[in-house]
């Protein structure tokens, strides 16, 4: 037997946390009907098979190169405006949602007065509401009020990706070395000018690579929405889709490859910059 | 009058007393040392001073203005006539030295000015006016992460000396130099504060640099004033009751060390 002294007391813990996560994984995968046997029908895998080899060779003809040429444009431009308008109401909202900023926290040692941190919260909720919608369900709203086209996928992720933006955005003012800011604050400066000269030098480049991955996320979100009618690649996949054009599909897929690694580029490029 | 304390006490959050009964008149343009041991309440003393911490109880006046009693708007006008020295000056290590200093005027500035200099410096002469009193005109465009300790705090002096306060409040501002350097650097502090008229009140854990630098000495222990003197009046059994430390043995009187008995364990 082993030497008492010598068998690790963490052992039997964690054999009952694996354990209990076993029993509770379980109901899980029965409640979600999750059922592997479907890939292996063999009907099922001819369909399948049938779909996947259509995608090759890659369509290249030059009118169908020009339509997606249009789409990639027009799924960049729904990302990009999307996230500059997300970027308006995230700013603001953070700036007004984090407690970094807080005057009554500089003489109470970090901990802002309760009616301080009170009047954070309606702004904190409206961000929780912005996000907790998902894009797709904004899509679909839009589409029905300002009809099929880019715009709903613009308003979309607008919406959805401020709360997104201006939760990160706050927690990132509150995660930075306070110290500047609030030496600055005791030095008589005005709050938004000790952000720009305490906290913005700290936090930049963490903001630059969230912005630029939620940039990735947003081109992302916009090939989806595509599919109920907000415009860019994700129609023209859709369309393919339904047109059994395999070849198509797979080209707009490389496409979509293609922008996230350009995105993933852009990232690097600018934090090697600023950093 | 510059500083008027009566009665000020602070109690921190966790009910430690960081200082009780605190009585202190400064006028302007005095110069005024704090000394006392690790954990007296120098720090705490000053940052009050600054108005970084409230008061839990006495009265307090700043530059004839009683902080506490004023609205936000107001207080942050009165910080703006303060300048706090940091021991460890709070700078993101990715600005620029030229801007780490001019960010002393940030509470005169306007908003768009403020901005406006982040994107071009607007004032490099007196920025580097202020850098050259310190010997450090050199490392204007360095960042600040490329600076020794030292260069850190004269950094941190140029940003205050900059800020044109009428009130300098100093903790530890030479810590991290050399002996020399310390000397020098207090001495042009001293000077710019008796040119331009303004009062100045550094602590300083070095007692020969503050009985050669300020012709009035506060000694702090336990967080209560123990005396308030010239440096000539200052004897050597004051100092030693202000530091004895009685969690330490008591350093022995006689030059020669203990003989070192060795005991080589049998098992």
């Known amino acids: ?275 | 009058m510059s500083i008027s304390l009566s009665g000020v006490g602070l109690t921190h959050a966790n009910g430690q007393v960081a200082l009780s009964e605190i009585d202190l008149q400064v006028k302007l343009g005095e110069r005024v040392a704090i000394i006392g041991p690790s954990g007296a309440g120098k720090t705490s003393l000053l940052r009050l001073l600054a108005s970084n911490l409230q008061p839990s109880s006495g009265q307090i006046q700043l530059l004839g203005q009683q902080p506490w009693q004023l609205g936000a708007r107001q207080r942050q006008q009165l910080r703006a006539r303060i300048g706090l020295i940091h021991q460890a000056p709070p700078l993101p290590p990715r600005q620029r030295v030229v801007t780490a200093v001019l960010a002393g005027k940030l509470g005169q500035w306007s908003l768009g000015k403020s901005l406006l200099n982040l994107l071009h410096p607007l004032d490099m002469p007196g920025a580097r006016a202020a850098l050259s009193r310190l010997d450090l005109a050199d490392k204007l465009f360095e960042r600040c992460d490329q600076l020794s300790g030292g260069q850190l705090q004269r950094v941190g002096i140029a940003r205050v000396l900059y800020q044109a306060p009428e009130l300098i409040l100093a903790d530890e501002p030479v810590s991290a130099m050399d002996p020399v350097l310390a000397g020098h650097t207090l001495s042009v502090l001293n000077e710019e504060v008796s040119r331009r008229g303004m009062t100045l009140l550094a602590s300083l854990h070095a007692v020969e640099l503050a009985l050669a630098h300020f012709p009035r000495i506060i000694g702090v222990r336990e967080g209560r004033i123990v005396f308030d003197l010239p440096p000539e009046a200052i004897g050597a059994s004051a100092l030693d009751a202000l530091y004895a430390n009685e969690l330490l043995p008591a350093v022995p009187a006689s030059a020669t060390p203990a003989p070192v008995s060795v005991q080589i364990p049998r098992c």
């Open chain 1, 1 to 275: 037997m082993l030497n008492p002294a010598l068998r690790d007391p963490a052992a039997l813990p964690r054999l009952a946390l694996t354990l209990l996560a076993v029993l509770l994984l379980w109901p899980g995968l029965a409640l979600s009907e999750l059922n592997l046997a479907v890939l292996f029908d063999e009907r099922n895998a001819t369909n399948m098979g049938r779909f996947l080899a259509d995608f090759w060779p890659l369509a290249h003809d030059r009118e169908f190169l020009r339509l997606l040429g249009r789409a990639t444009l027009e799924t960049l431009a729904i990302a990009t405006a999307g996230m500059a308008l997300a970027l308006l109401i995230a700013i603001p909202g953070a700036l007004l949602a984090s407690r970094a900023l807080s005057l009554s926290a500089v003489h109470r040692s970090g901990r802002p007065a309760w009616w301080a941190r009170a009047l954070r919260w309606p702004v904190r909720g409206l961000l929780i509401v912005l996000r907790s919608v998902p894009e797709i369900v904004w899509a679909l709203l839009f589409v029905r009020a300002v009809g099929l086209g880019p715009t709903a996928g613009v308003l979309a992720i607008a919406i959805t990706y401020s709360g997104m933006l201006g939760k990160v955005y706050a927690e990132i003012f509150e995660s930075v070395d306070p110290r500047p800011s609030r030496a600055l604050l005791i030095a008589g400066s005005p709050r938004l000018a000790a952000f720009a000269y305490g906290i913005l030098p700290n936090a930049a480049a963490e903001m630059l690579s969230y912005t630029v991955y939620r940039w990735e996320c947003a081109i992302r979100a916009s090939v989806v929405m595509g599919f109920v009618g907000a415009g860019g690649l994700g129609q023209q996949i859709d369309l393919s889709m339904r047109m059994f054009a395999g070849g198509q599909v797979a080209s707009m897929l490389l496409t979509f490859l293609l922008l996230v690694l350009l995105a993933d580029q852009l990232s690097r490029l600018l934090r090697a910059r600023l950093l």
